[in-house]
């Protein structure tokens, strides 16, 4: 019998604010009333787009303990990641704040990683009030994974849009709001994708697996959830994690959403098959998936954002694509 991946947090701590932005694209997408700030400056007002980058996290964890009525020296710890080599969009910004930082990488499931560990630490009793933070920025994923804007290389059918974005979600042991109830740890699933530009098709697995394990390892079916929202899976991707989900005997139709399909038009944006980067699950959960919890649209949601643990020299030695998904039940109920 597998070993169980889920632990149920007893307390649950509770997301007691969010903060999130968005750049020029989000700000045309479907979700951009779910935006605290959107920024057609790809710069925002900095010299590079990893200084932008930076600058983007800074402002979400200000945005985000200005709505708590806190302050930095409030936070017991921030969680955070992106995208760039050695996290540097995460620990600049956090250079010049005196709060301690956990830096992480799990690709497009930072935040589920920056989540979990925050949430289980504070379940634990190891901290009081945790952030956690991400980021991610299209001119810097394509300057480091693909290739320079310039260049205007032509995009796959299959390829993704990085989000330019970024979330920050303040967890605590009391407070109102929506609860992290359950977290299941992810494994890296690798079924022997190699293509870097199908990238949905290397984490559905994974996503499956994880959502299999938080089944498996509790009471739960499907049908518990308002909804069940994958990272960035995109369009393909959702398309197989439903398929693979099937013969499984899990039925996740009508229940299931993706972070990727949700914040942009595929069609009026020709975002091919959909966003992806650590910053669209993070805005996507910091604007719209909490909100529509605080709004009690939904009472419970299954967040399982999903990650793709490529790298550029990875793919130049035709390395196949691992996957890690990492899975959050909220809910508006203690459990």
Not at 21 to 42: I, M, Y
Request: charged letters at 20%; one cysteine or more; hydrophobic letters at 40%.
């Amino acid at each position: 019998m597998a070993k169980p991946q889920t632990v149920r947090l007893s307390p649950a701590p509770v997301v007691a604010a969010c903060a999130n932005l968005g750049g020029k694209h989000e700000s045309h997408g479907p979700l951009h009333a779910f935006f605290d700030r959107l920024e057609p400056d790809a710069y925002f007002g900095k010299k590079t787009y990893e200084q932008a980058e930076a600058a983007m996290q800074a402002a979400v964890l200000a945005a985000a303990l200005e709505k708590a009525a806190l302050g930095p020296e409030d936070l017991d710890c921030v969680f955070g990641g992106d995208l760039l080599n050695q996290c540097i969009g995460t620990t600049f910004a956090l250079r010049n704040v005196p709060v301690p930082l956990y830096g992480l990488y799990s690709a497009c499931a930072t935040m589920g990683e920056a989540l979990s560990l925050a949430a289980l630490m504070i379940s634990a009793g190891f901290l009081d009030r945790a952030a956690a933070l991400t980021s991610s920025h299209f001119c810097c994923a394509e300057r480091q994974y693909r290739m320079p804007l310039p260049y205007g290389s032509q995009r796959h059918p299959t390829a993704q849009w990085t989000a330019t974005a970024a979330g920050c979600a303040l967890l605590a042991r009391e407070g109102t709001g929506p609860r992290i109830t359950h977290v299941t740890r992810g494994r890296v699933v690798d079924k022997g994708v190699a293509d870097p530009n199908n990238m949905g098709a290397a984490m559905a697995p994974a996503a499956l697996d994880t959502l299999r394990a938080f089944f498996r390892d509790t009471a739960y079916t499907p049908a518990d959830f308002d909804r069940i929202i994958t990272g960035d899976l995109g369009k393909l991707g959702s398309r197989i994690l439903l398929e693979l989900a099937g013969r499984e005997g899990l039925d996740f139709a009508g229940r299931h959403s993706d972070c990727g399909l949700l914040l942009y038009d595929l069609e009026r944006q020709d975002m091919h098959c959909g966003g992806s980067g650590a910053g669209c699950s993070a805005a996507v959960f910091c604007g719209y998936i909490v909100s529509m919890l605080q709004k009690r649209r939904w009472n419970r949601v299954l967040f399982a954002p999903t990650g793709a643990l490529l790298s550029p020299t990875s793919t130049l030695q035709e390395e196949s694509i691992p996957g890690i998904c990492h899975v959050l039940c909220i809910s508006n109920e203690r459990e």
